[in-house]
């Protein structure tokens, strides 16, 4: 059974940092695409980031590029997104994200983790 735990989020300053974990098990972890989605209050499912299957390139959105870093660590199982600098505006559930194959929209990837809020205060 596929599964991805998510742990990490929580209430933070604005400019202050957090990062999240999903640990992943069922799957062959090295050999697929993995991410993280976010979703706000009244607004779309948005990819914060994601590490592509084909050429293992990494994909930040314009708003959190330069602050948010993806990483992965196989022997663990395990990938995480480093959050630095973060404003109100990054206030959202966040979701960790697999795929055999992924892409850049939500409906890209088969498995998902259960969610982890990210509160950001001003």
């Known amino acids: 059974e596929v599964q991805l735990v998510e742990s990490g989020g929580g209430l933070v300053q604005a400019g202050g940092s957090l990062r999240l974990s999903c640990a992943a098990s069922?799957?062959?972890?090295?050999?697929?695409?993995i991410g993280w989605f976010r979703e706000a209050p009244g607004k779309d499912r948005e990819a914060v980031s994601y590490?592509?299957?084909?050429?293992?390139?990494?994909y930040y959105a314009d708003s959190v590029k330069g602050r948010f870093t993806i990483s992965r660590d196989n022997a663990k199982n395990t990938f995480y997104l480093q959050m630095n600098s973060l404003r109100p505006q990054d206030t959202a559930v966040y979701y960790c994200?697999?795929?055999?194959?992924?892409?850049?929209?939500?409906?890209?990837?088969?498995?998902w983790g259960q969610g982890t809020q990210v509160t950001v205060s001003s």
């Open positions: 994200v697999a795929d055999p194959l992924g892409g850049s929209n939500y409906y890209n990837y088969h498995y």
């Open positions: 069922g799957f062959s972890f090295d050999v697929y695409a």
């Open positions: 590490i592509r299957r084909s050429d293992e390139n990494t």
